[in-house]
């Protein structure tokens, strides 16, 4: 399926963005290891998530949805010898797999083109650690896990990540012994905050250097709790940018998840002179959310520093769109996770760019862009690459530009937003799908 952007007029609205696909992920995993029934509103619908899901009831684990609610059913899972397909999902593999080795069962992973070529061993191997015995294809997938009892390990995460952080806390929970994990750079901490709400004992330290020390003690059960999903900041970035970068436009975001961890983009939008207002800000799911009113106007350049990266990490694609119609030129940096992601997001990021007559120069873990602030020319035809954001980025690019823009192969659009079209179209924006 092909879809074409054509130049809009300003954005005008009121929109709500689907659940948040971190939050999502977890509160099945965890309902599925609590004892009793966990309720989840807001549960993000897509296929990333509903992968988690299926792979659950593979487990032997009830989950279902009923009335509006999903209902997770949690208790013992069962092997042996699951097959598990996760689709494009990392998230719900590599979480998975952390669980599933807690668990002591012995199950195998496998998933999508994209998945298959993303690396598996920086959790295959802390969890190794742990005794889980895995079988991987040079560290990637299918992985094959076999049964057997954890025990608990110190371990420092050698690069910034939430799903290798959450992959071991998820095995902690089942091995024996106090597991303590230390982080640098601290990374969205959803697992940690959402395992207090089961009822799990987890301690939490600064260190002086601004990074964290977690320690979870093995043996804990957890306890069916209710949830409520806030909605995906990962997901509004792309009518935020659209709404930045349109004239005149003036959108409201509902009930956006505020987690410091997660706002990044916002951080960098303001200081590229984005009028972003936070509105009726309240505790939802123990997260703080708010309403976004979004101005469009001019926008500059600006440079994002290597620290600012984790907080962040899903947001580069769009983030390059904006400094497209800014003025001057935006340098990025500690861009090397990127590469991968679910495709090589700095090479699609550069290459959906070029393929718009916007100028941008790379490196391993750096890109910048020269901005166009009088006018993207656009006019490009760009390959998703089983990338979701990639396709998204590029369909928010082709509202400001001068040409229509079109997107090959945006199916991977529903792995996490699959309401895109319709909710954009609804604001304003000219996007159409295209059969031929
Ligand atoms: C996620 C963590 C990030 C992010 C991904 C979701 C999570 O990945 O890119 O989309 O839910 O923990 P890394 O842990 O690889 O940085």
Redesign the pocket.
């Known amino acids: 399926m092909t879809i074409i952007a054509a130049p809009s007029g300003p954005l005008r609205g009121r929109i709500r963005v689907p659940g948040d ?2 939050i999502s ?1 977890r509160a099945l995993i965890l309902g599925a290891l609590a004892e009793g029934e966990t309720l989840i509103r807001g549960l993000l619908e897509a296929d990333d998530v509903l992968r988690t899901a299926a792979a659950l009831r593979t487990l032997g684990v009830e989950v279902e949805r009923a009335e509006g609610l999903w209902r997770v059913l949690g208790g013992d899972w069962s092997g042996p010898e699951r097959q598990l397909y996760m689709g494009n999902s ?2 719900g593999a590599r979480l998975l797999m952390g669980a599933a080795a807690g668990q002591g069962i012995a199950c195998s992973f496998s998933g999508d083109a994209s998945l298959r070529g993303r690396p598996m061993a920086r959790v295959t191997d802390p969890l190794g650690e742990m005794g889980a015995a895995f079988e991987t294809r040079e560290g990637r997938l299918p992985v094959a896990l076999a049964g057997g009892t954890l025990h608990a390990i110190r371990y420092r995460l050698p690069k ?5 952080k ?1 992959a071991i806390l998820l095995a902690a929970l089942g091995a024996s012994g106090r597991t303590v994990i230390e982080e640098p750079v601290p ?2 901490d ?1 697992t940690e905050r959402m395992l207090a709400a089961f009822g799990a004992s987890l301690s939490i330290k600064e260190t002086p250097e601004g990074g964290r020390i977690l320690a979870l003690e093995g043996g804990q059960r957890l306890a069916a709790t209710e949830l409520t999903v806030p909605a995906d900041p ?1 997901s509004a970035a792309f009518p935020l940018v659209a709404a930045c970068t349109l004239a005149g436009s003036e959108v409201d975001i509902e009930g956006v998840l505020m987690n410091p961890r997660r706002t990044g983009l916002i951080s960098v939008l303001r200081r590229m002179g984005a009028s972003i207002e936070e509105r009726a800000s309240r505790t939802e799911g123990g997260e703080r959310v708010c309403d976004l009113r979004v101005g469009g106007g001019p926008l500059h350049a600006a440079k994002v520093r290597a620290e600012e990266a ?1 907080d962040m ?2 947001e580069f694609p769009i983030l390059a769109v904006a400094a497209a119609c800014a003025e001057g030129t935006t340098r990025m940096e500690g861009l090397a ?1 990127l590469r991968v ?1 679910e495709s090589d997001r700095l090479a699609a990021t550069a290459a959906l760019l070029e393929a718009n007559g916007v100028a941008c120069r790379s490196g391993e873990d750096w890109l910048e862009v020269d901005g166009r602030a009088g006018g993207v020319p656009g006019g490009g035809l760009v390959e998703a690459r089983h990338d979701h954001r990639i396709a998204m980025a590029t369909l928010i690019l082709g509202l400001s530009a001068k040409r229509e823009v079109a997107v090959d192969e945006a199916g991977s659009i529903a792995t996490s937003f699959p309401d895109f079209v319709p909710l954009m179209r609804s604001a304003g924006a000219e996007l159409s799908q295209s059969t031929a």
Do not use: F, L, M, N
Request: cysteine-free; glycine content about 4%; proline content about 10%.
């Open positions: 696909k971190s992920h990392g998230t910034p990540s939430a799903q290798v959450s990374t969205r959803h990962s984790p990490i899903d996770e992601k």
